[in-house]
């Protein structure tokens, strides 16, 4: 009962309470799959985490911080490959990170975040057309943000 100006009662089963519960958990608690690409002027490779966030909930913050990284899977390291005109090779690379996705056990669906790491030579302009080739269907997933499915 409520000190209210009318009488009334939860009648909740155990069943309900559980589930208002864990709904309310989930809003607080959230888990993505995450995937970094380290593209550099002599090695490339990427990295699988899950990370865990929770809410704060001082001061109604809308506020969430990192409580749990998980390296999942590690990528071997590349050496970066480059064509004969000193341009990143987007084909080998393509097909080096999608061999990691399949090595991990990912799909890029099921990717919620990551991010693109370019260094050295793989930043300078005449390679982002390359670059673009081979990450162009990962900057979809790293820059888009969702939240996971329950």
Not at 12 to 41: C, H, L, M, Y
Not at 49 to 69: E, H, M, P
Not at 83 to 111: V, W
Request: proline fraction near 3%.
């Amino acid at each position: 009962m409520h000190e209210s100006d009318f009488n009334h009662e939860h009648v909740e089963t155990p069943a309900e309470r559980s589930a208002i519960a864990r709904t309310i958990w989930d809003q607080d608690n959230v888990a993505f799959k995450t995937v970094g690409i380290d593209i550099g002027s002599s090695t490339s490779h990427l990295l699988f985490a899950k990370v865990a966030l929770q809410r704060q909930t001082l001061g109604l913050s809308s506020r969430f911080v990192v409580i749990g990284r998980e390296i999942v899977w590690r990528s071997p390291i590349l050496l970066t490959p480059f064509l004969p005109d000193g341009t990143i090779d987007a084909q080998e690379l393509g097909e080096f990170i999608g061999r990691s996705y399949r090595d991990a056990g990912f799909t890029q669906g099921e990717i919620d975040s990551g991010a693109v790491i370019l260094t050295g030579e793989a930043i300078k302009r005449k390679n982002a057309r390359a670059i673009d080739d081979c990450c162009g269907r990962c900057r979809e997933i790293c820059l888009r943000h969702r939240r996971p499915q329950a």
